[in-house]
């Protein structure tokens, strides 16, 4: 079981703007920088934010996202079908001493 | 262009050993660190290990630590995995990834680990 926490599905229709938490604890998202991947189903994740709030080049503006105490959020706005893939956010855990991902967020353009 | 190629995966029975190997191209292999992350069927992502670039300093996740050992070679570009006493558990997609700004931010495209009788 993940220690860091994210819903399970997520969902919304064409330009939306649409939310993924993900929950931790002060030893992972409280004292370390987290990233964010997304994975279209059958293939490698991919890159999509890092140090927090950092878009790698080629990712679009419309991806953003933030960290507050022990939480952290993505942020997808004008939401469009090729965004429908699974998002996992993750964090260096100081207490394991390992990577941490969360369980993932499966987004549904209706 | 900046790749990964993952290679080594099979079927393997119970209490077996594989090893896998991630050839990198593009990029200065040696002076990154680099990561091995794994998917269960269905499931999602979970770290296995990563080393640092000279190969100093490794990592595990507790669920395979001494049963697996991550090493690479800096002259021929290339990461390894070598995974021992592998159980019905290990079943997964192996990535290799490469380390950089805190971030993975090179992915390889995976090699398939089925472990089964």
């Known amino acids: 079981q993940s220690v860091l926490t994210q819903p399970p599905s997520a969902s919304g229709t064409p330009g939306q703007r649409v939310t993924i938490s993900c929950s931790g604890s002060?030893?992972?998202?409280?004292?370390?920088?987290v990233n964010w991947y997304q994975q279209v189903p059958g293939t490698a994740p991919k890159l999509l934010m890092y140090?927090?709030?950092q878009r790698p080049s080629g990712v679009p503006d419309r991806f953003s996202g933030s960290k507050s105490g022990t939480s952290a959020s993505l942020a997808i706005s004008g939401l469009q079908s090729e965004d429908e893939a699974d998002y996992y956010c993750?964090?260096?855990?100081?207490?394991?001493?390992?990577?941490?991902f969360g369980g993932g967020t499966k987004l549904t353009v209706l | 262009e900046v790749q990964l190629v993952e290679s080594g995966g099979g079927l393997i029975q119970p209490g077996g050993s594989l090893r896998l190997s991630c050839a990198a191209s593009?990029?200065?292999?040696?002076?990154?660190?680099m990561h091995w992350v794994r998917q269960a069927p269905g499931k999602g992502l979970v770290w296995v290990s990563r080393?640092?670039?000279?190969?100093?300093?490794?990592t595990y996740a507790d669920s395979v630590k001494g049963r697996f050992t991550i090493s690479r070679d800096n002259a021929k570009n290339t990461l390894y995995l070598q995974m021992n006493s592998l159980r019905a558990e290990d079943t997964a997609v192996y990535y290799c990834?490469?380390?950089?700004?805190?971030?993975?931010?090179?992915w390889g495209q995976g090699s398939t680990v089925t472990v089964s009788s």
């Open positions: 002060s030893s992972n998202i409280g004292s370390n920088i």
């Open positions: 140090s927090n709030n």
């Open positions: 990834a490469r380390a950089t700004s805190g971030s993975m931010d090179v």
């Open positions: 593009g990029f200065t292999f040696s002076s990154y660190w």
């Open positions: 993750a964090a260096w855990d100081d207490s394991l001493n390992g990577w941490l």
């Open positions: 080393i640092k670039s000279d190969g100093s300093n490794t």
